[in-house]
């Protein structure tokens, strides 16, 4: 069986002592219940890997001496997803699929037809701050699952204006996964850059307006299969399409 991944915010040298303690200790020692001799990994989330020997458990802690270290380099091309908040019983589903499909960074789109809505209203930024939050916990524990080497960045919520903007600003292939387009998803040129950005749209689809407002930044429409795809699911679909177009399945899972 292979070793159960743990984060840590940093790691050991080979032949040193840890104390993996905290929330990830925690889980170690009663739900895992990880016993003295028994090997697990240890993650930083940034490509980072150890792999260690519990020497001593106890309620909230396990003692750790780390045999060897290494570092697994990122995917090439890496891939950002744009997408629109889901309705609120889909929305953490999204993050964990796109996360386990191997996403590199997750921006939370306030689309025009969201259902979901964090921003405005009495709290809004609150609102979008626990969102985010939440986002970001969900990557963690799904990067986990996953043995990842790289926890997927949740960035803050923006507007399409400010969606706009920062594809404006960034050096990517940007590609929109629309039911509308002519072009099929297979017959994007993914070769071009080093980036690769998936915009996802709501449960509603993407309104015209943003359409033409994306397409006006270079973004390319392009159709992800015959059938119409939840929100929650297509990002996941086009991370499975893009490890068979490109490199990114190149990689194995942590030994």
């Known amino acids: 069986m292979a070793a159960t991944v743990f984060l840590a915010d940093t ?3 080979p032949g040193r002592d840890y104390l993996l303690g ?3 200790g ?10 003295v001799g028994e090997e697990l990994v240890l993650s930083d989330g940034a490509g980072g890997f150890a792999r260690c020997t519990a020497t001593a458990v106890d309620k909230s802690s396990v003692e750790l001496n780390c045999t060897r270290t290494w570092t697994v380099p ?13 309705k609120s019983d889909r929305s953490e589903l999204a993050v964990e699929l796109a996360t386990e499909a191997g996403i590199d960074a997750i921006i939370p789109w306030q689309a ?6 964090w921003d405005g209203g009495k709290g809004g930024s609150s609102k979008a701050d626990k969102g985010v939050a939440r986002w970001r916990a969900v990557a963690r524990a799904a990067a986990k699952q996953a043995r990842r080497a790289y926890v997927p960045q949740i960035h803050d919520l923006v507007t399409t204006r400010e969606l706009v903007s920062l594809l404006t600003s960034m050096d990517a292939n940007v590609v929109v996964l629309h039911e509308g387009s002519a072009v099929p998803f297979g017959e994007v040129d993914f070769s071009v850059t080093r980036t690769v950005v998936i915009v996802v749209g709501p449960e509603g689809g993407i309104s015209p307006e943003e ?5 006006g930044v270079g973004a390319q429409p392009a159709l992800l299969g015959p059938t119409v795809l939840r929100t929650s699911t297509a990002a996941a ?15 194995t ?3």
């Open 74 to 86: 990122p995917a090439s091309p890496q891939v950002v997803l744009v997408q629109a908040l889901p």
């Open 26 to 35: 925690r889980h170690a020692a009663t739900v895992r219940r990880v016993r």
């Open 11 to 13: 790691l050991p040298a």
């Open 112 to 117: 025009a037809r969201c259902v979901s809505r």
């Open 22 to 24: 905290g929330d990830e």
């Open 237 to 251: 679909v086009a991370l499975g399409a893009l490890g068979v177009m490109t490199n990114r399945w190149s990689g």
């Open 211 to 215: 359409l033409d407002a994306l397409v």
């Open 253 to 255: 899972p942590p030994d």
